[in-house]
């Protein structure tokens, strides 16, 4: 089983900065994506941003403003938010889907989980 833990959010003031951390433990043999993902109060879950070996996507919204990093060696995933807007408002939540290692059974299977979420608010 795969554990993701968020961490970095808060309240910030418009035009401010903050920087969402995404650490995932667990029997991990690789993980190929990982992604950000947010909800606001009576909307629906949507992508923030994607990262995977060589390629990176954002929602058109944040593009510019926001940048996702990852750090394989300690299966940690960043997302930079510059400029933030009141619209911004939501929990972040962390996605990763790979491959694990069931020691116990000496196989390999895959997986993809989510983080607990983290609060970001942007007063304007």
């Known amino acids: 089983q795969v554990q993701l833990v968020e961490s970095g959010g808060g309240l910030v003031q418009a035009g401010g900065s903050l920087r969402l951390s995404c650490a995932a433990s667990g029997s991990i043999f690789s993980i190929n994506a990982m992604g950000w993902y947010r909800q606001a109060p009576g909307k629906q879950r949507e992508l923030v941003a994607e990262?995977?070996?060589?390629?990176?996507v954002y929602a058109d919204s944040v593009k510019g403003r926001f940048t996702i990093s990852r750090d394989n060696a300690k299966n940690t995933m960043y997302l930079q938010m510059d400029s933030l807007k009141p619209e911004d408002t939501a929990v972040y939540f962390c996605?990763?889907?790979?491959?694990?290692?069931?020691?116990?059974?000496?196989?390999?299977?895959?997986?993809?989980?989510w983080g607990q979420g983290t609060q970001v608010t942007v007063s304007s």
């Open positions: 996605n990763a889907n790979g491959i694990t290692y069931i020691t116990r059974y000496s196989h390999y299977q895959t997986f993809d989980d």
């Open positions: 990262i995977t070996t060589g390629r990176t």
